[in-house]
C-alpha cells in the first residue's frame, strides 16, 4: 500500500512517498521514511502525529492513500494569544 509522510518547517517540508504491507502502523512508516534521519528536532515521544489532520496514535494502523503528519510543538497558545489581542482591543 502507499502512503505518504510528510513534516514541515518553517522554510522547508518533507514528503516521503512509501510502500507499507498492509497492517502497518504509524511509526513503522515514519521510520522507513527515513524522516528521523534527516530531522533530527523531530522525537515520537513528543511530536503529536496525525493522519489527514486528525490526531492519531504511533501504534493505529494505516490504509493505503493515507498521509502521515508529523507535527511541531507550538510555539505559543492560540487561544492564549486571541485572548490577549481581545483584552488590547477593550483598553483602546
Avoid at 517540508?13 to 527515513?34: H, P, R, V
Avoid at 528521523?36 to 515520537?44: A, G, K, M
Amino acid at each position: 500500500m502507499n502512503v505518504e509522510v510528510v513534516f514541515a518547517l518553517p522554510d522547508k517540508q518533507f514528503l516521503f512517498n512509501i510502500q507499507l504491507t498492509y497492517g502497518d502502523n504509524i511509526e513503522k512508516a515514519i521510520i522507513k521514511s527515513g524522516i528521523l534521519l534527516i530531522c533530527n528536532e523531530i522525537n515520537l515521544r513528543k511530536n503529536k502525529v496525525g493522519i489527514y489532520s486528525k490526531i492519531a496514535k504511533l501504534s493505529d494502523i494505516l490504509s493505503d492513500g493515507d498521509r502521515v503528519e508529523i507535527y511541531r510543538p507550538l510555539l505559543s497558545d492560540p487561544k492564549e494569544i486571541r485572548r490577549k489581542k481581545v483584552k488590547k482591543q477593550k483598553n483602546k
